[in-house]
């Protein structure tokens, strides 16, 4: 088993070491991922063994050792839950529940959609494909929830892709911002690459890959400055709608790695919800339409902002 070590130099006082740890890493770990490296020493301010919690002053030295075990050759079937919404011989629609990561990586080989889908359909392991991404058309970042496409075959898996690649799918997502933007309708084209300073991050990058999101403000009736918004994206950008929503000044809520530093709403995932995809079938070239309402959790979240 090898290791990979991050260093880093606090900026901010203040802060939580937990919070400024996630804030630099992106989504590479989840917080009891992190909580178990800091519970076993190896997370270290100054050199030094510390707490989660503890308060840092700016300026500490921050290292992060992190375990890396082999990636496994194949991927273990595992009898999950999954919320399938429309199945048939070549496509299955799957509403995702935010905390589930899509395909295995290092340090995250169970509790995946692949290992669930595994389990359910055998027969996409035998697709042309790495066994980690069976299935797999898109993604959906851990924390976010709503609808995913996934292939039975490697023809609808073909078709589908072509689909994604020509951007001929439409998908559409509910997002809580922390500010509302500044008009009710907007387009962001902003290029996105790895955050060259912080290269677990992406970020808007002048010579990075082109990234297109429009929003409209639904909802802004709170007794804060937040907003829902109904986001739809004409590219497909690892964390793009989180990236472009920070970019333009409105954070989505519940993003610790790209919102605020200190967040004003208690949630424990970023407020992201996958809520309408269309596409063209496969085989038939009907045009399919699929739609998930919010989580009880995220709707109880709304629900509170309006009458507090």
């Known amino acids: 088993m090898s290791e990979e070590v991050i260093e880093f130099q606090s900026s901010q006082a203040g802060e ?7 804030a630099h890493i992106g989504d590479r770990l989840s917080r009891t991922q992190l909580q178990g490296l800091i519970d076993g020493g190896l997370v270290t301010v100054d050199g030094k063994s510390v707490k989660a919690g ?26 999950l839950p999954l919320n399938v919404i429309y199945e048939d011989d070549d496509l299955a629609v799957i509403d995702k529940p935010a905390g589930m990561i899509v395909h295995p990586g290092l340090n995250n080989e169970t509790g ?18 790495e066994e980690k991404r069976a299935g797999i058309v898109h993604r959906l970042d851990k924390d976010t929830s709503g609808l995913i496409v996934i292939a039975k075959n490697d023809r609808a898996r073909r078709q589908l ?3 994604f690649q020509n951007r001929t799918v439409d998908k559409t997502y509910l997002a809580l911002v922390e500010r509302r933007p500044r008009t009710v309708t907007g387009r962001i084209d902003a290029p996105i690459a790895r955050d060259p300073k912080q290269r677990k991050r992406m970020a808007v990058v002048r010579h990075g890959k082109p990234a297109v999101t429009e929003f409209q403000v639904i909802d802004d009736n709170f007794n804060g400055d937040q907003a829902l918004l109904k986001v739809n994206i004409h590219t497909g950008r690892t964390h793009q709608i989180r990236v472009h929503m920070a970019f333009i000044g409105s954070p989505i809520v519940g993003d610790m790695v790209y919102g605020f530093r200190k967040q004003r709403i208690r949630l424990k995932r970023q407020f992201l919800h996958a809520a309408e995809l269309s596409f063209d079938h496969p085989t ?5 339409h699929f739609e998930s309402p919010l989580p009880v959790g995220l709707q109880n979240i709304l629900d509170k902002l ?3």
């Open 16 to 22: 939580r070491l937990d919070k400024t740890i996630l």
């Open 54 to 79: 503890i308060k840092l002053k700016g300026g500490e030295q921050i290292a992060l050792t992190i375990p890396q075990r082999d990636e496994p050759e194949s991927v273990q079937p595992e009898a």
């Open 112 to 129: 995946t959609l692949v290992g669930a889908l595994l389990a359910h359909w055998p027969e996409i392991a035998a697709m042309n494909v």
């Open 161 to 163: 892709a072509e689909q």
């Open 284 to 288: 038939s070239g009907e045009r399919l």
């Open 306 to 308: 309006r009458s507090s």
